[in-house]
């Protein structure tokens, strides 16, 4: 597996997810099942096919993010001096053109921390694609599912 691109804090929120499966819900799904054996009969005990389907869920949950973090290559934003290039980890205002001139503020990260919630876009994403290598000032047509769109970027930022 190759290298794969994420900020501090997405990297941060992974381990504290991991931290999180391995002291607290690991834990507490074993007892859970040892609950339910001590139950009696297990072909037909729900508790102990519901614990041990969760175990299996975050035993995965695990795996995948203890791959993903030994891949992950850190990129630390503030250090970066892109100037007003966009490049990965740049936060991005831009201004809707086409509705209202309404703002919009994004921040390019890697797919695993991804949250369009909370305006955190992936590399790999269409916008995020459209963005890199244009500069503060810019205009971009974006093509999106809803259809094409303008913006005007009007701040290039490295938190």
Known sequence: MS?????????QRLREELEELKSVKRPAVINAIAEA???GDL????EYHAAREQQGFIEGRIKELEASLSHAEVIDPAKLSAGSRIVFGAT??????????TEITYQIVGELE???KQGWISVTSPVARA????HEGDT???VVPGGTRSYEIVGVRYL
């Open 92 to 101: 991005i205002d831009l201004v809707d053109l086409d509705n209202d001139d």
């Open 131 to 134: 963005l890199i290598g244009k």
């Open 140 to 142: 971009v047509e974006i």
């Open 114 to 116: 991804a949250d369009i």
């Open 43 to 46: 072909k037909e005990n729900a």
């Open 3 to 11: 290298r794969v691109p994420m900020t501090v804090r997405g990297v």
């Open 37 to 39: 054996r001590a139950h």
